[in-house]
Each structure stands twice: as C-alpha cells, then as structure tokens.
C-alpha cells in the first residue's frame, strides 16, 4: 500500500501483501453457514479511553484463547500498546503527508486515512486469507471522531468491512467527563447520528466505570423524569437545549445497547462480549437482508442503464442512416447546378495564366532595380560572407 505522498516506517517486512479476493470468495464468506469473526468498529472522541479499551479486550481475548485481530487506523499515534496486525503507520508517513501537502494536524490525518482507504481491498485480502481462524477483528479509530465517521473515507471502511463480515459499531463514552445532563445528552446526540449514518448494530459503551460507576446514565436512559430532575439543577441555555432533546431521544433509547467497561480492572468486558454477540445477532437479521436490497437495486439500476445505452445506440445509427440517404440524394440532384460550364472554366484558366504572368515580370522588374542597386554607383557592393579580399 504505497503512494507518491508515503512511505514505509516499516520496511524490512518482506510479506507481500495479497490481490483482493475475488467476488466468488467474497460471496462464499458471507454465507451464514461459514464460520465468520465479528467486526467491531471502536469510535469515540479523544481522550475517551478507546484504545485502552481495546488493549484490555485483546488481552481477555487471548486469556481466554479467542484470536483476535487488531487494526490501527489512527496514523498520529506515537505508540500502539496493542499488537496491531495491521497499522496504518507502516503504510502512510503521517508527518511527510502534512509537510508534503501543507496541511494541519486534522487535515494530516484526513489525507493520511485517505490515502490508506485507497488500498483498503489489500487489508480486506489480508483479513479474509487469516478471517477462518479468527473470532474478532477489532480497528481502533482516530481520536478526532468526525475524521472518521463524516469523511468518505471512514464510510468506505466501514461498509466494505460490513459487506463480508457481522460487524459492530461500538461508541466509547467517557463516563466521568458526561455527569452533566448537558454533557450527556451532547454524548447521547453523537450517538444517534453515527447509528443512524451506519445503519450497524450499535452498542453504547460507557469506559472508566472504575473512576464512575455508569449506573446514572443507566437511569437517565431508561426513567425519561429521573434526567428531567437532573436536568432541572441546570439553568444553562445548554440544559434547556437538553431539556427540548430528551424527549426526542426516548425512542433511540429503547433498542439501546448499553455495557459499561473497565480497561484498568477489567470489570464489564464479557458484558460487553455478549452484548457484541447480540449485535452479530441483528446484522444476521437486519443489516444482511438490508444489503440484499441494495445489491438488488444495484442490479436493477445496472440492466436499466444498459437498456438505456443500447436505445440510444439503435437511435443514433437509425438517425446516421436517414442524414447519410438524404445528403446523397440532394448530391446527386444538385450536380448540374454547381458544375461549371466550359467555357467559364477556360476563361477562369485563361485569368490566372495572365495573372501568374503578370506577377512574374513584376519579380523580373524588381531584380533589375536591384542590380542597378549594386553596380550603378561604380564599384561592387562588398557581401558579408566574402573571405577573400581582391
């Protein structure tokens, strides 16, 4: 995965990276019947504590002897405390991407996540040669969340990942940063968007459960008064903002997966593992049978164009042969009026004959007025090319 703006942290890895599978194994990996590892997508905002999460996941599921496979999407990073199977930072300098385009740090990570999607079908080779033995394939995001979930880019990502295997968006929300009712309900609006913009299974994950328990944010997704009483302490433009969403928000609240997890202590990992069981459970039911429909209108759009091309190709020929009989037609009638007669050619003929004469005695006249030029003043007129001199 190589670009003209990247280059290899990594080189000495001398694993060729494998053509994309063909559209008949991709076809057969998404059959049920197949053994398929869950995909979960790890979202949240920076700081939120989701690679700490996912080191703390990695190192249950290897405890537990489950295989895992682990991708880093995010190319600022200084260090993965996971192993990453695939980095990005291998394939894309993040640094030489901001100095050689002239961007910022956002718009580095932007470009660098792009220039890496371009290549994506060489990841999905390397996860579907390894997808038999695995049980998880887990990517960690950037931290700046819109780069991810708004930008092409990610949406590229997460639906080429979603088209072969069950896969889990998973947003992380940091439990002691979203006590206030206002805050939460910042949370519970991000959340709501980035399911309805995926449309994957969705799991609410609440992280540092050991610092605060997430039993309130419990009862305000669940008892619509209890955060109306919270809300009501807060006098805030943002808490009347809040106050006019909450209700809006009941009905997302309802099919909510919600776990609460500790990367630190380990508590509530095999909640969430359930949790991301039941979410396998709606891709299966939902999200499959919605990307049947698509793949169907795809085919539909598809025939329809083709018809439409091959009418518009009888169309033009039938046209090209109408234009070409009748400008042969009016060819073959026009001939004696726009044929001259004979002896108009002659006298044509015979009028340039006396004008090519006219034009050459008129050179002639022009090459005695300079010979006179050159001899009438009595001596010669010396030539700059001479090299002799008499």
């Known amino acids: 995965m190589s670009s003209s703006s990247t280059a290899p942290s990594n080189p000495s890895n001398p694993d060729p990276i494998p053509a994309p599978p063909s559209s008949t194994d991709a076809s057969s990996s ?54 990453a199977n695939i980095d990005i ?66 949406q590229i990502v997460a639906e080429a990942l979603a088209a072969s295997y069950p896969t889990v968006v998973a947003y992380v929300v940091d ?44 009862d305000w997704l669940q008892d619509y008064e209890s955060y109306q009483r919270a809300l009501a302490r807060d006098t805030s433009y943002s808490a009347s903002l809040a106050n006019s969403m ?25 909640g969430f593992l359930e949790e991301v069981e039941e979410g396998r459970k709606e891709y299966e039911s939902d999200y499959r049978p919605y990307l049947a429909k698509l793949a169907e209108e795809r085919r539909v759009r598809e025939e329809k164009r083709k018809q439409d091309q091959v009418s518009r190709l009888m169309k033009d020929l039938r046209v090209s042969g109408t234009a070409s009989g009748s400008s042969t037609g009016a060819a073959g009638k026009g001939k004696s009026a726009t044929k001259p007669s004979a002896p108009a050619a002659s006298r044509g003929g015979r009028a340039m ?30 030539d700059d090319d001479d090299e002799y001199d008499d």
């Open 30 to 83: 998404s059959s049920p019947s197949r053994h398929l590892p869950v995909v979960i997508i790890v979202i949240g905002m920076a700081g939120s504590g989701k690679t700490s999460f996912i080191q703390r996941l990695y190192a249950h599921l290897h405890a537990k002897g489950d295989a895992a496979y682990c991708i880093n999407l995010d190319p600022a990073v200084s260090s993965v405390p996971f192993p």
């Open 89 to 154: 930072r291998d394939t894309v300098n993040y640094k030489e991407v901001m100095k050689q385009y002239n961007l910022g740090p956002n718009g580095g990570i932007l470009t660098s996540l792009n220039l890496f999607t371009t290549k994506f079908d060489q990841v999905l080779g390397l996860v579907e040669k390894r997808a038999p033995n695995l049980k998880y394939i887990i990517l960690d995001t950037p931290g700046q969340i819109e780069i991810f979930t708004w930008s092409a880019s990610g």
């Open 175 to 218: 439990t002691p940063r979203t006590t206030q009712p206002s805050t939460f309900m910042a949370n519970m609006l991000y959340a709501c968007s980035i399911l309805y913009k995926t449309r994957l299974p969705f799991l609410l994950l609440f992280s540092k459960t050991d610092v605060v328990s997430h039993d309130y944010a419990l």
């Open 246 to 270: 909450c209700l809006v928000l009941e009905e997302f609240y309802r099919n909510l997966r919600v776990a609460g997890v500790s990367a630190v202590t380990g508590q509530g990992v095999d």
């Open 353 to 382: 004959v006396a004008g090519g004469r006219r034009q050459m005695w008129a050179e002639e006249d022009e090459m005695d007025v300079e010979e006179e030029a050159r001899w009438g003043a009595g001596g010669a007129v010396e």
